[in-house]
């Protein structure tokens, strides 16, 4: 189906998607979801805490997940999404690094036979995309996996024709694992397509660190601000945190160092 209509038709059936299966934005604020699990605590600004206590917290995102997310970051990256998409196989399989409650794929799978790999450190956001997955009836295109995106070693090598590390690996201290890890899934000379945020305090990714680690794995396919600037007068403009890249894998790995 996503291959017979326009990338602006898909884009309306996705808004249509996100606003039916995550309804909470409709009646809840960000400011009031955000106190709700008591953000300014346990999540931008918390860099003390253990991976099983940001696990928790992302639990409890997942219950209000349509009121935290950004609709203007949903839309714009499942642009990008529709536009890789489209040049994949028949029935190919796409790897989700990270995957929250796994709004991007679960459309995806309802426009296409693609098989879809799940996987998040958290059940709760596990458990809500298994609920949407029942209710749209695509849970036999989807396989789920509990796991920190750093090390899956339950995913084959190179078995992926796109890999997604979408909004999520900002929140790791060991985000660069997540980059090797996609570069160990996805197929050579296939996509990873990664979002993330800079200079969260819990990660600090910088535009330099980030491009360097892509550089060793893939060649660059583009990369800028997820949003566009926004112009605010006098000469300035307000440029997104949230950062998009694409890379296409290389041919070769790199070599590795000798110890």
Same mark, same amino acid.
């Given at each position: 189906?996503?291959?017979?209509i326009?990338t602006?038709a898909?884009?309306?059936?996705?808004?249509?998607?996100?606003q039916a299966?995550?309804p909470?934005?409709?009646t809840?604020?960000r400011?009031?979801a955000l106190a709700?699990?008591?953000e300014?605590?346990?999540g931008?600004?918390?860099?003390?805490?253990?991976?099983?206590e940001m696990?928790?917290?992302?639990?409890?995102?997942s219950r209000?997940? =349509?009121?935290?997310?950004?609709?203007?970051?949903?839309?714009a990256?499942v642009?990008?999404i529709?536009?890789?998409?489209?040049?994949?196989?028949?029935?190919?399989?796409?790897?989700?690094l990270g995957? =929250?409650?796994?709004?991007?794929? %679960?459309?995806?799978?309802?426009?296409?036979d693609?098989?879809?790999?799940?996987?998040?450190?958290?059940?709760?956001m596990l458990?809500?995309?298994?609920g949407?997955a029942?209710e749209l009836?695509?849970?036999n295109?989807?396989?789920?996996i509990q796991?920190?995106?750093?090390?899956?070693?339950a995913?084959?090598?190179?078995?992926?024709? %796109?890999?997604?590390? %979408?909004?999520?690996?900002?929140w790791?201290?060991?985000?660069?694992?997540?980059?090797?890890?996609?570069?160990?899934?996805?197929?050579r000379?296939?996509?990873?397509l990664v979002t993330?945020t800079?200079?969260?305090?819990?990660?600090?990714i910088?535009?330099?660190d980030l491009?360097?680690?892509?550089s060793?794995?893939?060649?660059?396919e583009g990369?800028?601000?997820l949003v566009p600037?926004?112009?605010?007068?006098?000469?300035?403009?307000?440029?997104?945190?949230?950062?998009?890249?694409?890379?296409?894998?290389?041919?070769?790995?790199?070599?590795?160092?000798?110890r």
């Amino acid at each position: 189906m996503l291959n017979t209509i326009t990338t602006e038709a898909a884009l309306e059936n996705f808004l249509a998607f996100w606003q039916a299966h995550f309804p909470e934005q409709q009646t809840l604020t960000r400011e009031a979801a955000l106190a709700w699990f008591d953000e300014q605590r346990r999540g931008f600004s918390n860099t003390r805490a253990s991976d099983q206590e940001m696990t928790a917290y992302q639990d409890d995102v997942s219950r209000v997940y =349509g009121a935290y997310e950004n609709a203007a970051f949903q839309m714009a990256t499942v642009e990008r999404i529709i536009r890789l998409a489209k040049r994949l196989p028949a029935k190919a399989t796409i790897v989700s690094l990270g995957c =929250g409650p796994a709004s991007y794929e %679960l459309w995806l799978a309802t426009q296409t036979d693609y098989r879809f790999t799940l996987v998040d450190h958290s059940a709760g956001m596990l458990d809500r995309a298994r609920g949407i997955a029942q209710e749209l009836g695509v849970t036999n295109q989807i396989t789920m996996i509990q796991s920190d995106a750093s090390s899956v070693p339950a995913v084959p090598s190179h078995c992926a024709d %796109l890999v997604f590390c %979408l909004n999520s690996m900002h929140w790791s201290r060991n985000w660069q694992q997540w980059i090797v890890e996609a570069a160990r899934i996805v197929k050579r000379r296939s996509c990873v397509l990664v979002t993330c945020t800079f200079f969260m305090p819990r990660s600090m990714i910088t535009p330099e660190d980030l491009g360097e680690i892509m550089s060793r794995y893939f060649k660059n396919e583009g990369a800028g601000p997820l949003v566009p600037p926004v112009d605010v007068g006098n000469g300035m403009a307000a440029v997104s945190g949230r950062f998009l890249c694409i890379g296409r894998r290389n041919d070769k790995p790199p070599k590795r160092k000798k110890r």
